[in-house]
């Protein structure tokens, strides 16, 4: 293919011998023009909806002359030479598309690997490598607000900041400074996502640099505390207190004091609602040995553990997963063994692990003498799918050595666990952490929660909070929830949120895709508790909250372009 053209970063075009074609020249509507093609690639845009979105309101008199002028131009400054046989701004049934088969499109490129990482295949740090190469600019810089430019910028700082956090985790071991570097570019892309603060304490740990990670859990906290009203999670406090633990300088003298415990990790005391059948089911005789807790992201599964623990007092650890890695790698096990009050000698047992060696039989039963109680003992680990394959098998040996001992393991997905060590436990009780139900939430007093929320314990929490509070958490967990799904998903919440409840066929119509594409979207979104489905089969959001911070983002224009489509086609 001849044309290449980029819109991740400036706009550049460049021809078949790698010649610089002019585009940065073109007129600023002209370049418009071909942002928003470009944005839209492979489907075709009438010119009303193209005139909507370069203009907005501010339409000219003749909108349909001035896109062709516009479209004239680009035709003639980029292919010279060109004909209607292989111009790639195509004219097609009364409007425009890109066309990508006639001209290579970087954003084209990039969504096709993000889709090639849901295939299975045997190298993906490599798609993920090529995925940062191109998405660590950002698209459409001369319009970064535009309504049709900001869910677009936003989909790439997503796959940048995943691909980022992907990277980072697989040098931590062998290039450490490296994953500090990866992990630090994802928390300037994206400052409220603690993943990547996550990422960033582990790795500078491994460098050696306690008092880094340190100061990267202050940032973090002033950051959520300022802009989100919000503190640390439970679980990035606990990477704090065992960052301190490792810190604390070691006693040369024999025989050697007790080593000194960190304080115990303050959990929220926010009131919780619901969840008795799965609280029962794992408090009551006969609790299965071992009990997955899945759910999405905003489901409230720390909450889960923390109130197992008031259920369980003095019987349940708690640990995260999350910084299990490198040095960090039994760092949730030392949390869990804390908060059992265990012996010196027990968590003495971890502290002296190795980060790249599994446990030896004698620190296991000194750790297993933790849990020979006359009660069952609770071991939780939450983000449980990032356990290596040493600490599954060392999962494995405690619980078939300790009678007494009931494993809990919490993350998002059962489809995580494919490929992963967590897979050789085996899940023979997996219980999902639905939405709230509104006689779940009665307790509240206020009927409209339910609606406002749609049941998920995360937006419940903040449902009362300031509105910039709540839009940003409703903003995090619709983000967060639909990060795997293809660009249409989120295209459809966007529509779902500027016109209300919509059916299969009328959502085919306004985003031009097939019916088949946008029901998997839809199945998707249902399943992730985004969208509900209505007596009368059309589809709505589940969340006014979610709704009107989706809503937000979507421009006067755009909106009232969407109605005007929604009416004809009615």
Known sequence: MGLRVSVLGQLTVVDGESGVLPAGELPRRARQVLAVLAARHDRIQSKDALADAVWGEDLPGNHAGALEHYVSVIRRRLQPTGSPANWFIVTRSGGYLFDTSRASLDLAHLRALVRQLDAPGPDGLAVHEEILGLARHLPFPEDPYAGWAEPIRSEVAVVAVNALLRLAAAALTDDAPRSFRLASE?????????????????????????????????????VLDSELGVAPSAELAMIKQSVLAGRAPAVQSAPAPAPVTPPAVTRPSERFLGRLTEIRLLVEPGTPPVVHIVGPSGSGKSAFLAELGRHTPGRIGIGDAGPAVGVLRLAWLRSVLTDLDATPEAIGAVDRALPDQ??????LELIAATFDRP??????????????????????????????????????????????????????????????????????GDPAVRRLTGGIPALVAVARRPAEVASAVAMQVARQRTEWMPPLAWELLRVCAVLGDLGAAELAALTAQPVTDVLSCVDALVHAHLLRECPDGKVGHASSLVCGAVAGQVSAATALYLRKQLAAAS
């Open 375 to 444: 009660e069952p003992v609770y071991l939780a680990v939450d983000d449980a799918m990032n356990l290596d394959a040493a600490s599954v098998a060392e999962l494995a040996w405690l619980s078939g050595h300790c009678p007494g001992l009931r494993i809990v393991l919490t993350y998002d997905y059962p489809s995580q666990l494919s490929g992963r060590p967590l897979a050789g436990l085996g899940t023979p009780v997996v219980m999902r952490l639905s939405p709230l139900t509104a006689q779940e939430l009665e307790p509240l």
């Open 358 to 363: 599994p446990l030896g039989q004698a620190d």
């Open 186 to 222: 994802a928390i300037e892309l994206n400052p409220f996502l603690e993943s990547s603060y996550h990422a960033a304490m582990a790795a500078a740990v491994a460098m050696g640099r306690p008092d880094d990670a340190l100061r990267i859990f202050e940032r973090c906290r002033q």
